[in-house]
């Protein structure tokens, strides 16, 4: 969901999405996604290395997995969103989906915070 939200509200910026333990996109997260107008059914998340993570101007990690284990970042260029992972989210259909949306909607306005500052900080337009 970062990865799709990032590409559509941060263009001008390369937007990878990466794991530690890379798997298919899950099926609520296009669902939450496709409500937007944003479709990342053909996304896929990457493993990336430690040279690959050298490359990067600014990591953004988001759920305490993530955090824990990743290898280890640069502080400088290491932001991380502590935000509930929604695959971990027991319940209904119904429930899962609004905790899908719900982290959705968290991941956005991060995304917009960060903007905000590439705007103010970097002249980014």
Same mark, same amino acid.
């Given at each position: ?22 798997? &298919? ?12 107008? &944003? ?8 493993? &990336?290395?430690? !040279? ?30 502590? &935000?509930? !992972? ?40």
């Amino acid at each position: 969901m970062a990865e799709g939200l990032g590409k559509k509200y941060l263009p001008g910026y390369k937007i990878s999405s990466a794991e530690t333990n890379p798997e &298919i996109v899950n099926p609520f997260s296009i669902k939450v996604m496709q409500k937007i107008g &944003i479709d990342i059914s053909k996304h896929q998340s990457k493993k &990336i290395n430690n !040279d690959q993570l050298n490359k990067f101007d600014l990591l953004i990690t988001l759920c305490g997995d993530a955090k824990d284990t990743c290898p280890i970042i640069n502080g400088d260029k290491h932001i991380h969103w502590d &935000i509930d !992972d929604p695959e971990k989210f027991k319940g209904s259909k119904k429930e899962v989906t609004l905790k899908f949306s719900e982290i959705r909607d968290i991941i956005f306005n991060h995304i917009k915070l960060l903007k905000d500052k590439l705007n103010k900080y970097k002249g980014f337009k």
